[in-house]
């Protein structure tokens, strides 16, 4: 199904196939990913918290959205995509930035070059629960100072990108 199914890529984000997204998981296969962080004018990150039948990082906040672009679909459609499918909105994204990273979670390993794209939405998310348990809006001051306080409550992956990347209004 390729729903399922993630880009397997090489060191330079060249596509080399596809693989089933559990299984390139576990085996720590490098593909492409995206991380969608989402501001309001209030400069506050609209953060969400996985829910607990995702495969992996259940229950922790993350940043807006993530989750992997099928085949045959761009990063920024990607991104779209889910931020429908799990907030309930679309808002315009800009692309800021792509980095690779590697981190061990739990059974299962990201490997992953992984697109950051930022946008602004005012409005009230409409969260779908099958992927959201709940979500809050944090300055990126308040973000780091909970994330330094307690970093197991949060993905790996927004506490790398953090550290690799200035985002907006920081």
Not at 113 to 129: M, Q, S
Request: glycine share 4%; proline share 4%.
């Amino acid at each position: 199904m390729k729903k399922n199914l993630v880009v397997l890529i090489d060191r330079k984000n060249r596509k080399i196939g596809f693989g089933e997204k559990i299984k390139v998981h576990r085996e720590g296969k490098l593909h492409r990913a995206f991380s969608v962080f989402i501001f309001n004018s209030q400069e506050k990150l609209l953060l969400q918290q996985r829910a607990k039948r995702k495969y992996h990082s259940p229950l922790l906040w993350s940043n807006t959205v993530d989750g992997h672009p099928l085949p045959g679909e761009t990063f920024l459609q990607a991104a779209k995509r889910r931020l429908k499918e799990e907030m309930g909105f679309i808002c315009r994204l800009k692309k800021l930035t792509c980095f690779f990273y590697k981190a061990k979670v739990n059974d299962l390993i990201e490997n992953e070059y992984d697109c950051l794209f930022w946008g602004i939405f005012d409005g009230k998310p409409k969260p779908n629960f099958r992927e959201v348990k709940n979500y809050k809006w944090l300055s990126l001051k308040e973000l780091k100072r909970e994330i330094k306080k307690e970093p197991n409550k949060y993905t790996i992956w927004l506490r790398i990108a953090l550290k690799k990347v200035k985002l907006p209004f920081e």
